[in-house]
């Protein structure tokens, strides 16, 4: 028969409350070091080039119904022609994305940046919750669990008679890294201020092979149903204004 | 939350009219709102002393109370800002479940274990 423990309130003075605000301010601690070490890379020309073409044979696929038929053709022949049109690239000129990745130093060293400022701070903040807080049952769950959440819940701690809804400081430290992702992105906002732009580059920054993405939009030009919405625009008109007579 | 130009109906409906930076502009309000108020019920139910099953009921409580803000929030004409009935209803009913139960557990200590 599990015994229910009395928790002393040194521990929640001294453990729980510390251990909790800690992991909140390493939370914001990470975003703005990441913040800080981000390094604006020097847009490539031809990539920018590429992103915005993309970008306008997007809008052209949202607002194809907006424009008359002879329009729309007009302007997929341009994104489309298999000559010269904005989408085609020729045999040649598609460049190998791992070969870019190679000879430019850059990317690898924000790949680096990136890994190291998520696995740098998960380590040491380990390491600081074994070596404080080691061996102290930090908190009670609310909701019962069963034998198997002992190993897991209760890591640190040897005692095979405490009720599994006990758990140890190294327990409250990865329930706090998962639970606090919500309040994070609540308190921290998004980091997307980043432009149209900046994202497709973001995006070539990582084996953005530009045949592929220009091809896919040429083809998904290719199969769009063109219906011209605005005749009926005057039909809708019509019924309403029927409907307004009556 | 920022309207359609256009409202989408009848003859329009298979037209997609939505200005695509207001709708992610509108589902990342509800992501917040549910984010926001799944906090509030683990605070809540540590407060009260949920235990058991009850502090989950109590989650989905709040949230079917979020989706009715929601809506009136949309004035109950989800299609002039969503693409469909199931953005405001049911999108990030989950995604709160572990603040939930961070917050749930916290509070509960704090009030009634130590």
Request: no cysteine; proline share 4%.
């Amino acid at each position: 028969m599990a015994e229910d423990l009395v928790l002393d309130t040194a521990i929640r003075d001294w453990v729980l409350i510390p251990l909790s605000v800690v992991m909140v301010l390493i939370g914001i601690l990470r975003y703005f070091v990441s913040k800080l070490m981000r390094s604006t890379p020097t847009p490539d020309a031809k990539m920018v080039k590429e992103g915005q073409v993309v970008i306008r044979a997007r809008n052209l696929k949202v607002g194809a119904n907006f424009i008359p038929p002879k329009s729309f053709r007009a302007r997929r022949f341009y994104f489309s022609n298999e000559e010269n049109g904005l989408l085609h690239v020729p045999k040649g000129e598609a460049q190998n994305p791992q070969a870019a990745m190679f000879s430019d130093p850059n990317m690898a060293m924000d790949m680096m940046k990136k890994n190291l400022s998520m696995i740098i701070p998960q380590t040491l903040t380990f390491a600081w919750v074994n070596f404080f807080f080691s061996g102290f049952v930090a908190a009670k769950i609310p909701f019962p669990l069963t034998q198997r959440f002992r190993s897991m819940l209760q890591n640190g701690i040897d005692l095979s008679t405490v009720d599994v809804s006990y758990v140890s400081s190294r327990s409250w430290y990865f329930l706090n890294l998962f639970g606090l992702r919500g309040l994070f992105s609540l308190i921290l906002g998004d980091e997307n201020a980043i432009d149209d732009t900046q994202r497709m580059m973001q995006m070539g920054g990582f084996g953005f092979d530009a045949s592929k993405s220009l091809g896919a939009e040429k083809d998904g030009l290719d199969i769009i149903q063109h219906e011209w919405a605005l005749p009926r625009f005057e039909q809708r008109a019509e019924s309403v204004l029927r409907k307004l007579v009556k | 939350m920022g309207s359609s130009e256009k409202r989408s109906k009848d003859i329009m409906s298979d037209i997609p009219t939505f200005s695509a930076e207001n709708l992610q502009n509108n589902l990342k309000v509800i992501q917040n709102s549910r984010t926001f108020l799944s906090i509030i019920a683990g605070v809540l139910a540590g407060i009260i002393g949920f235990n058991g099953l009850i502090g989950f009921v109590f989650y989905f409580v709040v949230m079917l109370i979020t989706s009715v803000g929601l809506m009136a929030k949309a004035g109950f004409s989800a299609d002039l800002y969503f693409d469909s009935w199931n953005r405001v209803l049911f999108d990030g009913f989950l995604g709160g479940l572990m603040s939930f139960v961070l917050f749930w557990t916290f509070a509960y200590d704090l009030v009634h274990i130590f």
